[in-house]
Every structure is written in structure tokens, then in C-alpha cells.
């Protein structure tokens, strides 16, 4: 029988085919080269994770200060107003921010900025910066 591809004459033994393997793991070695050139490395952040409990210098939490920003870009300091759009240098609220750090010390002073979402960001780097000139070092940022 010509042409039969059967093992049952003996005359077509193939044996082991080596170029189908190779081909499979050239095929394997270039696609892990590939995406080892697309790997990210992975960098460590400077946080402090918070801990379980409190501080043993702390009988309670700190009372947070909200700093409300209005959509005119009036500043409303725990809901009484401090300064009105066109103030940019927001000296009242320094004044009253450097007073609290003054009084119950930085660590102690948590201030939530809360602007609205249409409020320009200028309005809210002013806010920032008020605090950071007042030395507040707990900032973070709440949502109305």
C-alpha cells in the first residue's frame, strides 16, 4: 500500500518529531521575553498604616474642623462663614487654624476640606494653602 501512513508496515515508523517541539518552545521562550519587557516594578509608598487602637496620650479622638467651600468659592469654617469669594489670602481662617494648632497642637487638629464639585480648584489650593501657612498637619480631603 503506497502512501499509507499507518504504523502496521513497519516502513513508516516517524519516530520522534523534534521541529514541531522546538518550534512550540521558541514560540514560548519569545512570548515570555515579551512580557518580562512589560513587567512594572513595584515601588514602596511612604503611608503610615493606622493603628488598632488609640494612642495612650489620647483619652478621645480629636473633634475634626470642616472647612466648607461653597460653589461661589465662599469658605464656611465649621459651618459659620469666614471668608467671601474675593478673598484669596483667607487671613480670618489662618487666624483661626493657626489658633487651634497654637492651642491643642498639630497632631491634634484633624482639618476636612470639603469643597463643592463645582467649585473652581483654584478656590480649593487658597484653602490648602491657609492651612499649610497656618501649620495644620493632618489634611484630608470629605465629600458633601
Known sequence: ????GGAAGG???YGLQIAPMLDVMFVLLLFFMVSMANQVVEMELGINVPSRGLPSHQDKPA???FIKINPL???LYNDSPIAD???RELAALRFQLEENVKNF???NTPVIIVPSDRVP???VVDVMNAAAGAGVTKL???SS
Do not use: K, L, Y
Open 1 to 4: 500500500m503506497a502512501g499509507g
Open 63 to 65: 473633634t475634626p474642623i
Open 105 to 107: 497642637g498639630s497632631d
Open 121 to 123: 480648584h483654584q478656590r
Open 73 to 75: 468659592g465662599a469658605v
Open 11 to 13: 516502513e513508516g515508523d
Open 85 to 87: 469669594p474675593t478673598d
Open 140 to 142: 484630608s480631603f470629605g
